[in-house]
């Protein structure tokens, strides 16, 4: 179902999917009124029944909203680049750019678990969020690869103390924390989104925008009662639309292991080892290996 300009849903069924949020929205808006409405008349018994169930219905209520804003954000930023008076040039707005620019969030990274390390598939908003997270790669630390996840803010001076290498690292391209949240249900995570920050101590305002944005992400484009699965194996849903699925990664892991004689797990850390010492990227590495024929030694 691709729509010609990057998503993988037309718009049609991008502004069916807001319609949809939207009155969730509402519908839990109105029970939440119905609530706060008997709060004044209830006894004192059932006044903290009223309470709870208002709490529950706007908190679904902010959720589908997040969810609906979000969506409405990349409908309108792939409508403005459809819409400019000369023919689009280059790539249209990417899913999760949308996302950030809308959720004010900035540098934002995605990052869906696969059955081993090296499969993992990856979004970005922006380039900052790719070679950040490419440290994770190399050095094999950071916040996208903890387990367990500890989510919330990660303030600058715990960065470097809970990954010593990555924390450094960060810093020098102006990561100064980090606010991470869980992709998926509690009982079975499907991954994590994560935010770099510039600032040393993001306030919990941050820390609930990242929450919001992952909830919406996972009853949307992870939520296995509504998605349904394209030609290529992934989600019907523009955030798959720019996935990094590593396929190059993959086949450069492949090289070293027949050039070397070694497992897949070996291999991976002999590219992450020889990026780390090149000063560039698994992905880069992993390129030359391929395209220009490579040779680790």
């Known amino acids: 179902m691709w729509d010609g300009t990057g998503g993988r849903y037309?718009?049609?069924?991008?502004?069916?999917?807001?319609?949809?949020?939207?009155?969730?929205?509402?519908?839990?808006?109105?029970?939440?009124?119905?609530h706060e409405s008997l709060l004044g008349t209830a006894s004192e018994a059932m006044r903290s029944f009223h309470l709870?169930?208002?709490?529950?219905?706007?908190?679904?209520?902010?959720?589908?909203?997040?969810?609906?804003?979000?969506?409405?954000?990349?409908?309108?930023?792939?409508?403005?680049w459809a819409d400019r008076a000369e023919e689009p040039a280059g790539v249209p707005p990417a899913f999760m750019a949308a996302v950030a620019e809308s959720s004010g969030l900035r540098s934002l990274v995605v990052?869906?678990?696969?059955?081993?390390?090296?499969?993992?598939?990856?979004?970005?908003?922006?380039p900052l969020a790719a070679r950040v997270h490419d440290l994770e790669d190399v050095l094999g630390e950071g916040p996208s690869r903890g387990r367990p996840l500890i989510p919330g803010v990660c303030e600058e001076y715990e960065l470097v103390r809970r990954w010593p290498q990555f924390g450094s690292a960060a810093r020098e391209f102006g990561v100064r924390a980090v606010v991470s949240?869980?992709?998926?249900?509690?009982?079975?995570?499907?991954?994590?989104?994560?935010?770099?920050?510039?600032?040393?101590?993001?306030?919990?305002?941050?820390?609930?925008?990242?929450?919001?944005?992952?909830?919406?992400?996972?009853?949307?484009?992870?939520?296995?009662?509504?998605?349904?699965d394209g030609a290529d194996g992934l989600p019907v849903h523009p955030l798959f639309g720019d996935v990094d699925l590593r396929a190059v990664v993959h086949r450069a892991v492949g090289v070293v292991m027949a050039t070397h004689e070694c497992s897949s797990s070996d291999a991976l850390a002999?590219?992450?080892?020889?990026?780390?010492?090149?000063?560039?990227?698994?992905?880069?590495?992993a390129l030359a290996i391929v395209t220009r024929g490579y040779r680790l030694t």
């Open 111 to 126: 990052t869906l678990f696969g059955t081993t390390e090296s499969d993992a598939a990856v979004v970005v908003s922006d």
């Open 52 to 80: 709870r169930m208002a709490e529950l219905h706007r908190a679904t209520e902010r959720k589908h909203r997040a969810a609906a804003d979000l969506h409405a954000g990349y409908l309108d930023a792939v409508g403005c």
């Open 270 to 285: 002999l590219l992450r080892g020889h990026a780390f010492a090149r000063d560039e990227s698994v992905t880069e590495l």
């Open 10 to 34: 037309d718009p049609s069924a991008l502004r069916g999917l807001i319609e949809t949020e939207r009155g969730r929205a509402d519908r839990a808006a109105t029970v939440a009124l119905r």
């Open 181 to 228: 949240a869980p992709l998926g249900l509690a009982t079975a995570m499907l991954g994590t989104l994560t935010a770099y920050r510039t600032e040393p101590e993001p306030d919990a305002e941050v820390a609930r925008s990242v929450g919001a944005v992952a909830e919406a992400l996972t009853d949307t484009a992870l939520n296995p009662a509504v998605r349904l």
